[in-house]
């Protein structure tokens, strides 16, 4: 009985997330029409550090997708690599407006991120900014569903998917993000708007940002995602989530890789936690953690007393969170990203990187090490 109170649990707070995913995508901004696609007044801004063996791919594929755009990329003085992949890109590609700025190194407790935008900024003028990480692929669809966001908000964001590759790491990240992102991001846009950004892309018109101003203001902040959210949000903006995709294509070679990419997100997901009231506090914490949890007392019960309702109730509660994932999946991502078993283990080992979390303040962002106090309390390390 203790197995099926606890599978009947979880399949109901997952029939409810995935009720309200849905409804926030049918009602969130949507493209327009093909024929209307323009992006001629968008200059797109990446922060580019080498590394990824990806790395090239993903670029070539933003220029030939969206050929009109300004692209402006950010690389390090001390980055050959990426300078030497970004001139034999630009070099293949005379058609685009491709400019490379060659950024110094941050000064310390600075975020690298933002203090590489802050370069880019002053090429916007009047048109808009897409903030696009080196890793991330921009659709023209999900582009045009975020302009379209523009028309009635200040910001707008989108939905991570990730593609993965034949290492295990990469697959049980891309589970992470492909079995998460929409059941983040999209339920509680029902009740409140979005207290933050998906960082990897979104749009802001250059205006704004000039009226905010800039990136400048925001460096001292690690986390730039939720340090733009806040910028917007703290002058009467508002954020808008659209429903749409952008691929994110990562190598993670190995077990220690995945690790400390999932350490980090996790302790990002602690600072942004931090600056919500309680009560959005608490329904983050029935919502997201609460299931996790509920799966491991469903596997541990099966395990030291197996039975076969306890067995059947395991069974059901699989094949409903397959099935939930799947057609949510299709609705955002177009295609089915599910991988079984590793999309069970993926769910079976959140509650562990929180753990990791909240014990080890210590991250690793690429080539640097970051200890972190909080979102504007951090400072680099050897």
Same mark, same amino acid.
């Given at each position: 009985?203790?197995?099926?109170?606890?599978?009947?649990?979880?399949?109901?707070?997952?029939?409810?997330?995935?009720?309200?995913?849905?409804?926030?995508?049918?009602?969130?901004?949507?493209?327009?029409?093909?024929?209307?696609?323009?992006?001629?007044?968008?200059?797109?801004?990446?922060?580019?550090?080498?590394?990824? @063996?990806?790395?090239?791919?993903?670029?070539?594929?933003?220029?030939?997708?969206?050929?009109?755009?300004?692209?402006?990329?950010?690389?390090?003085?001390?980055?050959?690599?990426?300078?030497?992949?970004?001139?034999?890109?630009?070099?293949?590609?005379?058609?685009?407006? =491709?400019?490379?700025?060659?950024?110094?190194?941050?000064?310390?407790?600075?975020?690298?991120?933002?203090?590489?935008?802050?370069?880019?900024?002053?090429?916007?003028?009047?048109?808009?900014?897409?903030?696009?990480?080196?890793?991330?692929?921009?659709?023209?669809?999900?582009?045009?569903?975020?302009?379209?966001?523009?028309?009635?908000?200040? =910001?707008?964001?989108?939905? @991570?998917?990730?593609?993965?590759?034949?290492?295990? @790491?990469?697959?049980?990240?891309?589970?992470?993000?492909?079995?998460?992102?929409?059941?983040?991001?999209?339920?509680?846009?029902?009740?409140?708007?979005?207290?933050? =950004?998906?960082?990897?892309?979104?749009?802001?018109?250059?205006?704004?940002?000039?009226?905010?101003?800039?990136?400048?203001?925001?460096?001292?902040?690690?986390?730039?995602?939720?340090?733009?959210?806040?910028?917007?949000?703290?002058?009467?903006?508002?954020?808008?989530?659209?429903?749409?995709?952008?691929?994110?294509?990562?190598?993670?070679?190995?077990?220690?890789?995945?690790?400390?990419?999932?350490?980090?997100?996790?302790?990002?997901?602690?600072?942004?936690?931090?600056?919500?009231?309680?009560?959005?506090?608490?329904?983050?914490?029935?919502?997201?953690?609460?299931?996790?949890?509920?799966?491991?007392?469903?596997?541990?019960?099966?395990?030291?007393?197996?039975?076969?309702?306890?067995?059947?109730?395991?069974?059901?509660?699989?094949?409903?969170?397959?099935?939930?994932?799947?057609?949510?999946?299709?609705?955002?991502?177009?295609?089915?990203?599910?991988?079984?078993?590793?999309?069970?283990?993926?769910?079976?080992?959140?509650?562990?990187?929180?753990?990791?979390?909240?014990?080890?303040?210590?991250?690793?962002?690429?080539?640097?090490?970051?200890?972190?106090?909080?979102?504007?309390?951090?400072?680099?390390?050897?």
């Amino acid at each position: 009985m203790i197995a099926l109170a606890i599978g009947a649990a979880y399949v109901a707070l997952l029939v409810a997330k995935t009720a309200l995913a849905f409804r926030a995508a049918r009602r969130g901004p949507q493209p327009r029409p093909e024929a209307e696609w323009d992006f001629s007044g968008v200059v797109i801004a990446q922060p580019i550090l080498s590394g990824d @063996p990806r790395l090239a791919d993903v670029l070539e594929t933003n220029v030939g997708t969206l050929p009109s755009a300004h692209f402006i990329w950010l690389i390090d003085s001390d980055d050959p690599v990426a300078n030497t992949v970004c001139r034999a890109i630009a070099a293949r590609h005379p058609e685009v407006r =491709i400019e490379i700025l060659v950024a110094p190194p941050p000064p310390d407790a600075c975020n690298p991120k933002l203090f590489k935008l802050e370069m880019a900024r002053s090429l916007v003028g009047d048109r808009t900014l897409l903030v696009l990480d080196d890793d991330t692929c921009m659709p023209a669809a999900s582009l045009s569903a975020l302009l379209a966001g523009l028309e009635d908000h200040d =910001i707008a964001t989108g939905l @991570p998917g990730y593609l993965d590759d034949d290492h295990w @790491p990469s697959q049980l990240l891309a589970q992470f993000v492909n079995n998460n992102a929409a059941l983040t991001y999209l339920p509680l846009l029902n009740f409140w708007p979005p207290p933050t =950004i998906n960082g990897m892309a979104y749009v802001i018109r250059g205006a704004t940002l000039d009226r905010l101003g800039g990136f400048a203001p925001l460096t001292g902040y690690l986390t730039d995602d939720l340090a733009v959210a806040q910028l917007v949000l703290s002058s009467g903006g508002s954020i808008a989530q659209t429903a749409w995709p952008q691929w994110v294509q990562t190598t993670v070679p190995n077990s220690r890789q995945y690790v400390r990419q999932m350490h980090r997100w996790f302790v990002f997901a602690r600072l942004l936690l931090r600056t919500q009231p309680r009560h959005m506090q608490l329904v983050i914490a029935l919502l997201y953690a609460l299931p996790g949890l509920l799966l491991w007392g469903l596997v541990v019960t099966v395990l030291l007393a197996p039975s076969p309702l306890a067995l059947t109730s395991l069974a059901f509660v699989v094949a409903a969170r397959a099935l939930a994932l799947i057609a949510l999946q299709r609705r955002v991502y177009g295609r089915a990203l599910h991988r079984p078993l590793l999309s069970l283990v993926s769910e079976l080992c959140q509650p562990l990187h929180l753990v990791h979390a909240s014990l080890v303040q210590t991250i690793v962002w690429r080539t640097r090490r970051y200890n972190v106090r909080n979102d504007h309390s951090f400072r680099s390390l050897a």
